[in-house]
């Protein structure tokens, strides 16, 4: 093949190389730890294209949308207009649902880096105006809080829970989860409380009896794709849909 014609299709196969999309990661920082979730990100914010922003931290712990959606539909559907605290916010997956469905949201993490990143995102979604944010610790914020739902997501311990058989409550952080739910509870007994998949469940149903009467609770297991997700426990008035803030 003459020099000039094989040096052509050098040039050619070089510009198909470039043709291919380059991957995003040099686009964003995004680290290799999480490369996974990013793949996985319209499940995590089907508005992800629009503007949302999330930190190392927020990829690991925010609730998947379709789950998040189904929380927030457990809380009257929109037919009831309520206030929903959401205790541990995170980047504001939850905290946007429950806002698109029609409640009025205060939404408090200790991180204030986080809570700039979920206001970001409510704008995204276009429910800013319906979220009140508060960066502050949940625990000491607790006595002064107003609300129809207690929404609870408490750090699991980020990645590492998957590792563990049967991840029993002391594992939750900043406390054990029967603390979390106790400070939760002289809030309201209407409580819904995310858990990691393979949470203890027998553990799960004794946060019931913390209360005399002992709540009513209902446990879903929650899936996207197939894939078990996660664990959510509904107390009070929001298990089996029966939640009346009226
Ligand atoms: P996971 O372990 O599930 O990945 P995270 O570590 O992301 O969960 O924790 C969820 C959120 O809870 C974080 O945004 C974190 O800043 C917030 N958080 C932790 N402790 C408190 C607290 N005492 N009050 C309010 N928010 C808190």
């Keep these: 093949m003459a020099r000039s014609a094989r040096s052509k299709k050098r040039k050619r196969s070089k510009q198909r190389v470039k043709a ?6 040099k686009e ?4 290799p730890l999480v490369r996974k979730y990013w793949l996985q990100r319209y499940s995590l914010f089907s508005r992800y294209d629009e503007g949302i922003k999330m930190d190392e931290e927020g990829w690991f712990s925010v609730t998947p949308e379709k789950i998040a959606i189904s929380h927030a ?23 946007i649902q429950f806002a698109r469905m029609g409640y009025h949201v205060v939404a408090i993490d200790i991180d204030p880096r ?3 990143l979920a206001s970001n995102n409510a704008k995204v979604y276009g429910v800013e105006d319906y979220i009140d944010f508060i960066v502050g610790d949940f625990f000491k914020l607790a006595t002064s809080l ?13 990645p590492a829970y998957r590792t563990i058989k ?10 054990d989860g029967y603390s979390i739910f106790q400070v939760a509870q002289k809030i309201t007994p209407n409580i819904i409380m995310f858990l990691p998949r393979n949470v203890d469940l027998q553990q799960v149903e004794e946060l019931s009896w913390l209360s005399s009467p002992p709540l009513n ?3 879903e297991a929650n899936y996207v794709q197939c894939n078990l997700k996660g664990t959510t ?11 009346d803030v009226s």
Excluded: H, M
């Design 217 to 219: 609770i209902e446990i």
């Design 73 to 95: 539909q457990r809380c009257g559907g929109g037919v009831v207009i309520g206030v929903v605290i959401d205790c541990f916010t995170g980047v504001g997956g939850n905290a």
């Design 114 to 116: 986080k809570v700039q």
């Design 20 to 25: 291919i999309p380059e991957e995003p990661f």
């Design 28 to 31: 964003e920082p995004i680290s």
């Design 233 to 243: 426990a509904y107390f009070g008035g929001t298990a089996f849909g029966k939640l």
């Design 146 to 158: 107003k609300g129809d739902v207690v929404f609870l997501s408490p750090p699991w311990g980020g």
């Design 166 to 175: 049967n991840f029993t409550l002391d594992l939750l952080k900043p406390k």
